[in-house]
């Protein structure tokens, strides 16, 4: 009977969340929670963050004349929503690879695959304000030293 039970797991698991009632949260502007502050010069903070196992979605806010640290986001892939302002996403494509530099304005899209290198750069003198979603509870990541650099800090 134990084998019979066993070979249902996958079923149910599929099934369970179909079936169990779920909760629709919102988090209003003024609840957003500081997850991550660059010294003022970027700050991220959690929107939608461990509400379900995949995926999660915050607020990264560039002051003006200001940057994000080069950063990537482990095994999440992302994708940004440009909601104000214009920023620029830079990001280096594989080990060797050279630097792109991707303008964002407002309504603008991009997806940055897991692993990959970024920045954010703001060299306007308004705030810029993107939302980041990740395929992941939380989001994940590490600051780099620069480009191809060590380690120097864990995003969990």
Known sequence: MS???????????????????STTEVTRADQ???????????IRDAAVV???DKMCASVLRIPPNSSSPIHHNSEQDAIINAVSGTGTLVVKEGFKGELRHHELKSGDFAFVP???????????????????TQSGPRPVGAILSEWGGQEVKTIE
């Open 3 to 21: 084998w019979a039970m066993s070979s249902l797991l996958p079923i149910i698991s599929e099934i369970l969340p179909m079936i169990l009632p």
């Open 114 to 132: 897991a692993w990959t290198e970024h920045q954010v750069r703001n060299d306007t003198d308004q705030e810029l304000v993107w939302v980041i």
């Open 50 to 52: 461990g509400k379900c």
């Open 32 to 42: 957003l929670t500081p997850i991550l502050d660059n010294e003022g010069r970027s």
